[in-house]
């Protein structure tokens, strides 16, 4: 979900593991499970010291769609699992969910291995960031999704790319392939899991605005790029979630209590097996309460 890690590795020395530069070395993965989630359809779970992170990829008659490569540590191991379930099988493009490296990089290393001209496919502004920051380790999408969203067929597979909002940077797509009905979203909405830290940045309503958008759409299965695949159950329980903080920041505001005050005080007994609820859910109030007092 953020970038500053880097600073962090530097001090820390994982550079001088032998990994080739910056985007192959700032999260180092682990690979954890395949699972799958309809016909064709797998889901990759990793994880770093931190959190766990989950990637797609969905085999088409004519070959694989890989979604978010996550970086090159995990890339080496997305490659092993695509031979392993679609052996033989071209990799037909790359999609990118939205402009965080820690979800895009490693792209280089799939396209080393299927091919240098397989298409990457991302919102418009991916391109327009990628340009601004010249980031080496991270491979530009040449395939542009405009905020009207697109739909591409690769062979008899139909995928929409949708886009429901803002929040999260103004660059997340949601791909649909039409005919399992699965959905991937990322970082905007995620399964069972609190918001990271303190929400840095983040417009609220429209976070909110855009959970109630996925509810909307016609899915068996969403895959999410943090927490297990589930359906659209899990981003009900995100929207009580953040309605249930909102109502309990909003009393403490009310009772003219300060954010620490409003920290020491909140808990959420219904949401506490939500994973990293011990770590940032004191950032989750602090996030709502400074939300609130701003609009407010
Ligand atoms: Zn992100």
Redesign the pocket.
Known sequence: ??VVLLVLLFVSGVFSKGFNDEGSTYNPFTFVKAIKTANNAYTLEFKNDEESYFTNFYITAKGVIAFDPLSDIAAYEYIKQIKKYAPNKPLLAIVY????T??IAGARVLREEFGKNIPIIAHERVEKYLDYYNLSYIDKPNILIPYSGKTMKFGNTTIEFKYLGSA??DS?IVPIIKEIKQAYI???ANNDVVG?TNLPGINLDELIKMKKEVLKLDVDVITF?HGKPGTKEAVKRQVKYYDTLFKEVSFSISKGMNLEEAQNSIELEEFKYFKNYDDWFKGNVEAVYLWLKKTQ
């Open positions: 979900m953020k969910s939205h402009l965080h820690d979800h999260h940077t997340i990322c970082d905007f990271w790029c």
